[in-house]
């Protein structure tokens, strides 16, 4: 995945959010940085990718770039 999110609450995880991560509203108030707009720039690297190399280049690799 590329982007989840965790509830953590003390030293216990609690779930992991795959389809609705959140939080970088809340990240982006706290550091004053648009976190959102890298993921989106990276997301499209991603597609471009994908696109380029097909079926050769396996999820599981273009989730490490």
Known sequence: MFLVGL???GDKL???NVFTPGGLAR???MY???FAA???V???EKATLR???GKTMPNSRLATL
Do not use: C, F, P, S
């Open 7 to 9: 509830d953590i609450v």
């Open 14 to 16: 609690l779930e992991i």
């Open 27 to 29: 990240l982006a108030e």
């Open 32 to 34: 004053k940085t648009d």
């Open 38 to 40: 890298r993921v989106i």
């Open 42 to 44: 990276a997301l499209e």
């Open 51 to 53: 696109r380029a190399y």
